[in-house]
């Protein structure tokens, strides 16, 4: 079903319960996934899922349009996490890197989290890249996420960021150039 068909069953009130429902079965899914990169804990991003539908069930009758209804789905998460982030610091005081270090603590405890297929030299380099990527800024690992993982355009990210595509494509650069140097450093002390 479309975007726009799912709207049209939305707005009228007999059939509002269930278009909602092929709304979140249309992208649960990808939305967890796009959460869990950036919490890395399946609680935490179960939690901040339901969040994101529960502000898009209420703020669905204002949306005007103007972006793919995915993409204002991705914001909405994206805000969510980003939130999420920054109230765990706040709330602990923590630095960058002390939450860093509890990601990581729960990147390594969460073997589900590693989607190998179950080799084992697989698994260590998805960890290592997961590591990796905790080491980026929040803003900048959720470009790469959103690009590397989730293959969307730079222009899809754009809408959902509120950010410019040549500043994407600079971060997104960055990102892997910050990416390799670890993996490469990370190669030589294993």
């Not at 297929?117 to 905790?134: D, F, H, N, V």
Request: charged share 30%; with cysteine; net charge negative.
């Amino acid at each position: 079903m479309t975007d726009e068909e799912l709207l049209a069953k939305y707005r009228d009130p007999s059939s509002r319960n269930y278009a909602f429902n092929l709304l979140v079965r249309q992208y649960q899914q990808k939305i967890y996934w796009h959460v869990r990169k950036m919490v890395i804990d399946h609680d935490d991003a179960n939690d901040l899922v339901q969040e994101t539908f529960i502000k898009v069930w209420n703020s669905l009758e204002q949306f005007r349009g103007d972006s793919q209804l995915y993409t204002w789905i991705y914001r909405i998460a994206t805000n969510e996490c980003l939130n999420f982030l920054n109230k765990k610091r706040r709330r602990f005081f923590l630095p960058i890197g002390d939450v860093e270090g509890e990601l990581m603590e729960k990147l390594e405890s969460n073997s589900d989290f590693v989607t190998s297929g179950g080799e084992l030299s697989g698994e260590r380099i998805e960890l290592k890249l997961q590591k990796a990527l905790l080491k980026l800024p929040d803003k900048q690992r959720l470009v790469f996420n959103m690009k590397y993982f989730d293959d969307m355009k730079y222009e899809e990210i754009a809408d959902i960021t509120g950010t410019s595509v040549g500043a994407l494509k600079a971060s997104y650069h960055l990102a892997v150039k910050k990416i390799e140097d670890f993996l490469n450093k990370t190669d030589t002390t294993d």
